[in-house]
Structures are given as C-alpha cells and as structure tokens.
C-alpha cells in the first residue's frame, strides 16, 4: 500500500477517507485537521491560555502535543480520580509529558474535592462509576479553569468518542443532551468557560497513530471501571457499521452536526443561577456536585 | 500463530474490526497488506476508549 500523497510505504490506511499515509504526510493530515476544527470553530485564537484536561491516555495527550506545537499557549490539567494504579500511572504519564516539554500542569485530586476518590464515591452512591467521575471532571474543569483566568478548557474528544455520544442520546432520545453536543460550546454565563474538542474530526485509531508515531508514551490500559460501560458498547456497535461502510460514522456525527442539531437547539435557553454552595453555574439552587460531595461526605463519615 | 501471511487475513482469523487496533512492526506501523514473515512479531493495540474515567 502506498502513500496517497508521496508514493512511499503507507504506514496507516484510512478508509473512510479511501486513502493511505506513510508517517510525515499522516502527520501533516492529522495537524491540517486540528487546524481545520480550531478555525471552523473559532474555538480559541494564539493570544488566549488554553487549559488541556489530560488524563494520560492517547487522545489528551496527543492534543496537547499538536497544539504545543502549533505554538498555542497552553496549560494542563490533571484530575487525579484515585483509581489505583490506574491514576497513578496516568498521572505519571502526564508529569513526564510535561516536563519533558517545559509546559505547566495543573493537578486536582476528586478525593481532595468531592471528600473520596471515584472508587468510594460509586460505592457509597450506588451510582455508576461514570456518572459521578464524569460529572466531578466537568465541574472541576471549569472552576479550574475560572481559579487560573484562562477562558476556554480543551478536551481530547474524537469522532468516536462524539459519534458513540450521539448514538447514545439518540437512542434515549435525550432531547436536552442533542443541542449540547457540538465540538465548541460557548460560554453562556460569566462563570462557564468554553469548552472546545479540537479532535472530533479524527478517528480513535488516527490519535492512537499519532501519538505512536509521535513516541508519546501514553496510558494503553483502560480505566478499571470502563469495562461494560454503554460508551464503549456503543463504540463497539459502531466499528462493526464502519467496518461494513467505511465513513458511517463521520457520517452520522457531521450530517447530525450539519443538519440535523440546529433543529434541536432549544427556542429558549435554560435559565442558569449561581449555586447558593459553592457559587458555580447550575440550573438549580444546589448545583449537582455539591449535591454528590454532600452525599459522600456523609456516607464516609 | 504461523507467519507468511498478511495482516488482514491475520485479523479476520482473530475476528478483529481492523480499525479496533494499531498494527505495530518493530517500532512502525504497517497497513492490512504488510506480510508478516514467520520469523516477526507484531503487537495488537486497541485503541478503543470509553467512560468517563478514562475520558480524554
């Protein structure tokens, strides 16, 4: 198989796109990408700080390379979730990443905030792991993010990633979760930060490629509590689809994108307030981390 | 697992979606076509990531 661009050995074969790469021309597709999202998007500009949740994994990291070296100013922030070895080891990657690279990174521990680690907050909530690991990253990004005055939070979400989301709200009809989904949501209020996904035009095995050939030593292992998790089965359901039709999922995501999420967008935004706690945006009087901290601090106790 | 054939034939016999995993020969990546010689070693590696603690 040849390079679709120079003719050399091809490294990778990406089949929705009916091409191959070998390794330089890869890496060019793969930055023309980032590019192409962060301008389309407008989603952050040279002169602003950019914070980068990390979590040590492929994706993260593999941004926070591209865009260090597209010359963007940025930060890094690691949530320390307290999965064992698992958050030991992810955040030995991200301190190596970073100091190899002489970025600051910024690192929050869920026990510290929340009152315990994610392993003892699904045990006492009875919630799945996910739910309250997700909801935890989202609230602390955000006021990590408003603490350090930088005004937009970058996350390593791909096309997978956001097609598997999609599927998902889609199959719940989640009407309040379809306008939410774009890869750049704006700051709607002056305690929310933008958050952007400059990956959601590339495919898992594309970041998995880079930052192979880009020889980050990323995090393979998957987090212990992703096993069974609906994303992954959904992410499962959709490699089979692309298998048998490459391109089905930049498909689904960019033509719901494209044509279908302006359709969905709420009429009327919902009415956020400030939470009477801890003063950080929700759509009620205590917002839902405060609330989840609440009821762990008095099951642990 | 025996040599001398190529990497997809290798992945259909594994019932492994090709785009599931990085194909990595020595210290390089080789597409569906390469040959894997009876005296190579690849290495398998998912790609595949889910739930919020591994979140990117």
Redesign the interface.
């Known amino acids: 198989?040849k390079c679709r661009k120079c003719g050399a050995p091809?490294?990778?074969?990406l089949?929705r796109h009916n091409a191959?790469f070998c390794?330089p021309d890869f890496l060019e597709f793969f930055r023309n990408q980032v590019r192409e999202a962060i301008r389309k998007h407008r989603m952050f500009t040279k002169d602003e700080q950019v914070l980068v949740?990390v979590?040590g994994?492929?994706?993260?990291l593999a941004?926070w390379d591209v865009l260090i070296d597209e010359g963007y100013r940025t930060t890094g922030l690691y949530l320390d979730?307290g999965?064992f070895d698992?958050s030991v080891e992810s955040k030995a990657r991200c301190e190596k990443f970073a100091a190899a690279r002489s970025v600051p990174l910024i690192i929050s521990a869920v026990a510290e905030e929340v009152g315990a680690p994610?392993p003892v907050i699904q045990s006492v909530t009875r919630r799945p792991?996910?739910?309250g690991?997700?909801l935890s990253?989202r609230y602390l990004m955000n006021r990590v993010a408003l603490e350090h005055e930088i005004p937009v939070v970058a996350?390593?979400?791909?096309l997978?990633?956001e097609a598997?989301t999609l599927f998902g709200s889609v199959m719940h009809w989640q009407m309040d979760a379809l306008p939410r989904q774009s890869p750049a949501l704006p700051s709607t209020h002056p305690k929310l930060v933008r958050r952007v996904k400059p990956?959601y035009r590339l495919?898992?095995?594309e970041?998995?490629?880079f930052a192979?050939?880009r020889k980050i030593d990323y995090i393979?292992e998957?987090?212990?509590?992703?096993a069974g998790?609906t994303?992954?089965a959904h992410?499962?359901i959709l490699?089979?689809m692309?298998?048998a039709s490459p391109g089905a999922k930049h498909n689904f995501l960019f033509g719901f994108l494209d044509r279908a999420r302006p359709a969905f967008e709420q009429a009327e935004g919902v009415a956020l307030n400030e939470c009477a706690r801890c003063g950080q945006v929700t759509t009620g009087t205590i917002c839902a981390f405060c609330k989840l901290s609440d009821q762990v601090k008095r099951r642990v106790s | 697992m025996a040599g001398n054939r190529r990497v997809k034939e290798i992945l259909r016999e594994l019932a492994i979606v090709p785009e599931t995993v990085l194909v990595i020969c020595g210290d390089a990546l080789v597409t569906a076509d390469h040959i894997v010689r009876d005296d190579e070693t690849i290495e398998l590696r998912p790609v595949m990531s889910g739930g919020a603690g591994s979140m990117p």
């Open positions: 198989m091809a490294a990778l074969e089949r191959a390794e949740a979590s994994g492929k994706d993260s941004l979730l999965i698992y994610v792991p996910c739910s690991c997700g990253k996350t390593g979400h791909n997978d990633d598997a990956l495919s898992e095995l970041t998995a490629a192979f050939m393979v998957e987090c212990p509590f992703a998790a994303s992954i992410k499962e490699s089979r692309e298998a």
